[in-house]
């Protein structure tokens, strides 16, 4: 079946260095989603990246999609406490008449200060 | 404005019983989605709504669950016979428009715990 494998599942860093999680599709993605889950908390949307080869920036954080639209990344730069949290992958998939959205299964990233 | 609100944000029942999770979504949200998510892991998907009907159950576990949305906004997760494993955290989250690119806004959840 369709999944969005998403790796690692855990990771611990110190502060200030870097982070970075990957997400894969076994399909082509229509788009992808990034939401962050802070410890306790829901998924909170994070940004949507659309075109082959798309990247975008929201302050330390630098997305990415694949050429062939099959895989992702997010990268974060000199972590902060704040980062601290489960950083999941959505992929839309189209699926006959549906468009669905498959959810990787998460990074949970833990930042020493 | 309100975001996505949930009731009740917790839930304990007894093996058998029957319960019902209710989420309000934000206001013109015409999409609303069902996701369960247990301990460590993504949420799951169940069923989505695009206005008051079901565009999309096919997450659902079995004939045990059942949601509903009548009016196109308030919706509501009827779970029967509940069984210890039906324990997780139990998200609902609106978006403008369903099985297009819209970012979902996620309520807080409701726990339900199965004893």
């Known amino acids: 079946g369709q999944q969005v494998m998403q790796i690692p599942q855990y990771q611990h860093v110190q502060e200030g260095e870097d982070f970075t999680t990957y997400c894969n599709s076994s399909?082509?993605?229509?788009?992808i989603q990034w939401y962050k889950q802070r410890p306790g908390g829901h998924p909170v949307f994070l940004i949507q990246l659309v075109k082959s080869g798309e990247v975008k920036k929201q302050k330390r954080l630098t997305f990415q999609f694949g050429e062939a639209k099959k895989n992702s990344s997010l990268h974060i730069t000199a972590t902060q406490t704040t980062d601290v949290g489960t950083y999941f992958c959505?992929?839309?998939?189209?699926?006959?008449?549906?468009?669905?959205?498959?959810w990787g299964l998460g990074t949970s990233l833990a930042v020493n200060p | 404005g309100a975001g996505v609100s949930q009731t009740p944000s917790n839930k304990v029942t007894e093996k058998g019983k029957y319960v019902e999770l209710r989420c309000d979504p934000i206001s013109g949200h015409t999409a609303l989605y069902w996701y369960r998510q247990s301990l460590g892991q993504g949420p799951e998907f169940l069923i989505y709504?695009?206005?008051?009907?079901?565009?999309?159950d096919s997450g659902l576990p079995n004939d045990r669950f059942f949601a509903v949305r009548p009016e196109g906004s308030v919706s509501t997760l009827k779970i029967q016979r509940t069984e210890r494993g039906d324990s997780a955290v139990y998200l609902c989250a609106s978006s403008l428009a369903g099985g297009s690119p819209y970012e979902q806004y996620f309520g807080p959840g409701t726990r339900l715990t199965v004893t």
């Open positions: 709504f695009q206005g008051t009907g079901a565009a999309d």
């Open positions: 959505a992929g839309l998939i189209n699926a006959g008449n549906n468009r669905k959205l498959i």
């Open positions: 399909t082509t993605l229509s788009n």
